[in-house]
């Protein structure tokens, strides 16, 4: 499903066209290091051509791309550009920032005993850079001057709610919590040049944990709502560096729904009453579901959001241009993209104590 805002800037600046952004979760991730990239390359991927097209149909200025194995030579950003380029949807300005995914701590982080899995590194992940998020602008990206949170020690985040165990002693352990990042994957305030020397439109990018696969010490659950909190707290002025700028849109992947299923709600309703965003009661996507999850029996949920700061007026309301298809198998429909009005998605495997993929894109106009 892809919904879409309507927005003017709450100054004299124009933008006309209006600039869309979206959020995506590409579910391209692969099981090895290197593969994403060759099938890239190959062109032949009917997943890759499939999102691809769906990409074009989307037709945003700013995509922020969740699921995309990455590398530290920027190698397969590099040849995702090029890929969709030649599929019709060019981008200029491409920020691939690396993952936490399996970053080795060299402790246990799960308490499970054991080291060296996949749940000990410091963002879950098969690999170093699976499941990374790429920013794609047709605006300049200003990377001198990107604010990163992605090392970020959960332990430093004001307030922050750690896990414990039932004697009251630090989960898994007090060492643990001296190198665990709190974001699984990552989060940063990216500054985009706006047309015109109108100044510029921050992305605050992010990708949630899974407040799921934990125990009764609610780790995940713990991390999911303290990766939200982050925002709010950035938002504050309470959490250094503040983020500078009147024009700014948070948006990515919170992995929790506002009513139904586990989690800590408390730091998704924090952002969605937050006074610098517009409130959830205006909201044009509001209870509108972006991924279907029925294969877990669980059926349709909404986890990721764009929160558009209150400097955006909303100039008209949310609708719903495409719709998930059913689930089955590991690509879209036959490999095909998906008809106007659909976004036909199909769940791949994925590994246990990783969260499904969204199916679905939001999309906001600003102008």
């Known amino acids: 499903m892809v919904l879409v805002w309507a927005a003017a800037w709450a100054s004299a600046i124009r933008a006309d066209p209006p600039l869309r952004l979206a959020t995506y ?3 391209a991730a692969r099981q ?7 099938a890239i390359v190959q062109g032949k ?15 945003a200025d700013v995509l922020l791309l969740h699921d995309i194995d990455l590398d530290a030579g920027g190698a397969t950003a590099a040849a995702l550009g090029r890929f969709l380029a030649q599929n019709g949807a060019p981008y200029a300005h491409i920020l691939a920032p690396m993952p936490n995914a399996d970053v080795p701590s060299g402790l246990d982080l799960n308490g499970d005993g054991r080291l060296g899995r996949a749940n000990d590194a410091l963002g879950y992940g098969a690999f170093r850079g699976q499941g990374g998020m790429v920013l794609l602008s047709r605006l300049p990206i200003i990377s001198e001057e990107l604010i ?10 004001p307030g922050a709610s750690l896990p414990k165990r039932s004697d009251g002693t630090a989960f898994p352990s007090a060492a643990a919590l001296e190198v665990q990042p709190l974001s699984a994957v990552g989060a940063g305030a990216v500054p985009l040049r706006l047309p015109g020397g109108a100044g510029r439109l921050w992305v605050m990018a992010f990708h949630a944990s ?19 909190h982050l925002w709010a707290q950035a938002l504050d002025g309470t959490l250094a560096p503040a983020l500078p700028g009147q024009y700014f849109a948070l948006m990515g992947v919170t992995n929790i729904d506002p009513l139904l299923g586990e989690g800590r709600r408390d730091g998704l ?3 969605a009453q937050h006074p610098r965003l517009h409130p959830d009661a205006q909201s044009p996507h509001l209870g509108l579901p972006t991924v279907d999850w029925s294969g877990l029996g669980l059926g349709l949920r909404q986890a990721s959001r764009i929160f558009p700061a209150r400097s955006l007026q909303l100039r008209g309301g949310g609708r719903d241009v495409a719709r998930p298809a059913k689930p089955q198998g590991s690509y879209f429909r036959q490999g095909q993209p998906p008809p106007p009005r659909m976004a ?6 994925r590994p246990a104590g990783h969260a499904p993929a969204a199916s679905c894109a939001k999309l906001i106009a600003v102008s």
Not at 45 to 51: E, V
Not at 344 to 349: E, I, V
């Open 25 to 27: 979760h590409s579910d």
């Open 32 to 38: 090895g290091p290197g593969l994403l990239l060759h």
């Open 45 to 59: 991927d009917p997943q890759l051509q499939a999102l691809a097209q769906v990409v074009a149909l989307l037709d």
């Open 148 to 157: 990163d949170f992605t090392g970020l020690l959960w332990r430093d985040l």
């Open 210 to 228: 899974p407040p799921v696969f934990d125990g009764p010490e609610d780790r995940n659950g713990r991390r999911n709502a303290d990766e939200l």
């Open 269 to 271: 309703q924090r952002l």
């Open 344 to 349: 036909g998605y199909r769940h791949s495997p």
